[in-house]
Each structure stands twice: as C-alpha cells, then as structure tokens.
C-alpha cells in the first residue's frame, strides 16, 4: 500500500516537473515571438440584429507556434502581463490593428469600428500619443477605434484623465467582461464610457437560469439608463440571441454568429456584405 502511494507520488510529481519545464520553455520562447514574428490578429465581428449585418469587430490576438501551433491567448497573456511583456505586444497588436484598418478603408471596405482590448500596464499618461502616432500615420480617425477595457483597471488613481483624454480624442470605450469585477457601479457615472460588454458567463447560461437572466436585465436597465450602449459577448444560440434582442440588446458577438476568423476571412466576409 505504502509503496503503491509512493510511486503515485513520484508519478506526479514528475509529472508536474515536466509540465513547469515545458511552461519556462515556452516563457522563454514568448520573449522572441515578437522578433520571430509569430503573433497574428483574429477577428470576430459584432453583429446587429435582426439584420446580421457587420457592426464592427474584436481584435483577438493568437500565437502562431511553430511546433504547437495556434496558441490562445489564455495560455500566454497571463504570463506576459506578469512580466510585463504584454507592453510590447499591446504596441504590437496596436499597430497591427490599425493597419489592418488602413488595408479595409484602402479596399473600399466599411467597418464602423475595431475594438481592441488594452492590458492595464498599456494604460499609461503615454497612451495617447502612442495611439496618435499610429493613428496619424495610417491616416485613420480614433472614431474608427474602440478601446476594451476592464473593470479593475478603471479602478487605479487618475485613470480618469486618461479616459477623458482618449474619449476627447474620439475613441469609443468599451467596458470588458462587464459584471465580473467590482461591484461599485459608481464610476460608470463619472467615467466616459461608451459600451457595456455583458460578460459571456451571463450570456451562456441564458435563457433559463434564472440567476443569470436577472443580472442580464439589470445590466441592460443600467445601461439603458446611462445611456450607454450595449454589447452581448460570447451568444452561443438563437434561444440567447432572441432573448438578448427581447430586452433591447441587439448587438451581439458569439460563435451563434461568427468564431474569431484570420484577416482574410474577415475580409472576404466584408466584400461578400458590401458586395465589392
Ligand atoms: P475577451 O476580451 O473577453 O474576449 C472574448 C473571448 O471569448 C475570446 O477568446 C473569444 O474567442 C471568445 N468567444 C467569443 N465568442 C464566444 C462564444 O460564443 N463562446 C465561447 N465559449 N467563447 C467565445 P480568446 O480569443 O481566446 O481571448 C481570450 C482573452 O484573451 C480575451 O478575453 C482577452 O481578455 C485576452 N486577449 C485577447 N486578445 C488580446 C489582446 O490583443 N490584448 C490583450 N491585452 N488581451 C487580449
Ligand atoms: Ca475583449
Ligand atoms: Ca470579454
Ligand atoms: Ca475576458
């Protein structure tokens, strides 16, 4: 018996030994991804309802691993905003996805809006001028850009004058994730923000839980009475997009609609909707 709980222990404790020696290697490779080139934009459009048009779109980033191949961000973002990394891919995915803006306008294209989502280290005084230097040398209005932010990073001090600041400049902002983190509804009051993404745990288990499709209708009140817009993320079926539609949210992003797709795919899905 003893033994046998021996060699379980020893089986697992191997085990873990190989994971975390896969997981410096692959930390290890994330400082040169940039260098090697291997991040790469997915896009998810945000579709209006009951038209199915294209609204506008998520930048989702995704790591083109040469041996494991498409790595989510789930597996490497957590690691590269622990050691900071995540400034130098944050610039990245800027630059990336405002060109990819430039390269639809030059097509003929329309896109109302790309959002993108910013890690709270990004969200810095020199933020701004970051973005206006992108922005000035692809020749694209801050209109066209959304910024996704989350909860806790609004909650830092003086992130109000930044706010202000990129919603002057004209940026839409967006609240990520929204009902997951702090409770205090307060800020919404003070804050310029735009859009309420409902967080897809909400979404996913509507319509039947009742639990969930309470918070839902209050997000939805909430927002209606701020006036701000709204976004459903991760809507899955047609039962949650009816029943997202019925309370007056009409914007929705889900794999009921799109998955995340590569640059070509999304614009092969605009020229077919614009009938270029
Ligand atoms: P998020 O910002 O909440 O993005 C939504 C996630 O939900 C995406 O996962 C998307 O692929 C997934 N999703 C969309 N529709 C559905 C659906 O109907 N069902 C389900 N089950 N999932 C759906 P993804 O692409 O793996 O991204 C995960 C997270 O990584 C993002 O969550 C975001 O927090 C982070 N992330 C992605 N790209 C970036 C980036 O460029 N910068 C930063 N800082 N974070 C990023
Ligand atoms: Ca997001
Ligand atoms: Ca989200
Ligand atoms: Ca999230």
Not at 12 to 17: C, G, T, V
Not at 36 to 41: A, P, S, T
Not at 78 to 88: K, M
Not at 223 to 229: D, E, I, Q, Y
């Amino acid at each position: 018996r003893a033994k046998k709980g021996n060699q379980n222990y020893l089986f697992y404790s191997s085990e873990m030994n190989r994971r975390s020696l896969d997981r410096i290697k692959l930390e290890a490779e994330l400082h040169h991804a940039l260098d090697l080139n291997q991040f790469e934009l997915f896009f998810q459009p945000q579709i209006d309802l009951p038209s199915k048009k294209v609204m506008g779109a998520e930048a989702l980033i995704r790591w083109r691993h040469p041996q494991k191949g498409m790595i989510p961000p789930s597996n490497f973002i957590p690691f590269a905003e622990e050691t900071g990394l995540i400034v130098a891919i944050g610039s990245w995915v800027l630059n990336e996805a405002i060109s990819q803006i430039a390269e639809w306008k030059k097509a003929g294209l329309k896109l109302n809006r790309l959002a993108i989502n910013l890690s709270a280290l990004q969200f810095k005084p020199q933020l701004p001028d970051e973005l206006g230097a992108i922005l000035s040398y692809h020749k694209i209005p801050a209109e066209l850009v959304e910024l996704e932010l989350t909860e806790s990073l609004l909650m830092g001090n003086g992130q109000s004058t930044l706010l202000n600041q990129l919603h002057n400049s004209g940026f839409s902002l967006a609240l990520d994730d929204f009902g997951t983190g702090y409770s205090n509804l307060a800020y919404l009051q003070h804050y310029p923000i735009d859009y309420l993404k409902i967080d897809q745990s909400f979404v996913q288990a509507l319509p039947d839980n009742q639990h969930s499709a309470a918070i839902v209708r209050s997000i939805i009140d909430i927002a209606t009475n701020l006036g701000l817009k709204l976004i459903a993320e991760g809507v899955e079926t047609k039962a949650q997009a009816d029943y997202l539609a019925q309370l007056g949210c009409h914007l929705i992003q889900g794999y009921y609609c799109y998955k995340p797709m590569s640059a070509e795919n999304f614009t092969q899905l605009l020229i077919e909707q614009q009938g270029k």
